[in-house]
C-alpha cells in the first residue's frame, strides 16, 4: 500500500469537506474554497476529524494515484487555512518588477516591459528596497495555481549561470560557470 496514501489526514477546526456522489471533494476553510475532482475508484472517508483516502484494489493504476489524490486533498486542507506564498528576485543591472492592481510589469533586459495578467486567484505584490533585488511575491490558497503562476514568470528571464542575472525563486541556488579566462 502507498505510504502517502494510506496516511490519514487530520482536518482542522474551521474547515468542513464535502464529498459529493460524483467524487467531488470541496475544501472550506478561513481563507476561501477549493475543488478537486478524485478519481472515481478511490473512496473518500470522513471520520472523526480523520479524513481517508482508500483504494479497491493493488493495480498499477490504482496505486499510481492513491497518494496524487491524498496529497492534493492535503494541500488544498493546507491552502484554505495557511495559504502558499512564494517569492522570487528580480536580479540584475536596470530589472525592475512592479504591479498595478493584478497586473505585473517586469523590466528585465528586452527592449520593451513585460505586461503579465495575474489571474484573481493569486494575489501578487512587488517589494522594491533601495539596494536590494526588487522581490516579486505570490500568495494563493492553491498550491497548484501559484506554482503554475511562478513557473510563468520565471521563463520570461531564468538565472543565466555566468553572472546570475534574471528572475529566481527566493533562496535558490545557481549553479555557476567561470567566464573565458584571457590567453596569453
Partial sequence: ???????????????????SKSNLVTVKGPKGELTQQIDADLTVGIEDGVLTVGRPTDSKRHRSVHGLYRSLINNMIIGVTQGYTLEMEVIGVGYRAETKG?????????????????????????????????????????????GQIAAKVRAFRKPEPYKGKGIRFKGEEIRRKAGKTASK
Avoid at 505510504?3 to 474547515?15: F, L, M, T, W
Avoid at 533586459?109 to 511575491?137: L, Q
Fill in 1 to 19: 500500500m502507498s505510504r502517502i496514501g494510506k496516511a490519514p489526514i487530520d482536518i482542522p477546526q474551521g474547515v468542513t469537506i464535502d464529498v
Fill in 102 to 146: 493584478q497586473m505585473l510589469i517586469l523590466t528585465v533586459g528586452y527592449s520593451h516591459p513585460i505586461y503579465f495578467m495575474i489571474p484573481d486567484e493569486v494575489t501578487v505584490t512587488a517589494i522594491s528596497e533601495k539596494g536590494k533585488a526588487p522581490v516579486v511575491k505570490l500568495e494563493s490558497t492553491d498550491k497548484q495555481l501559484v
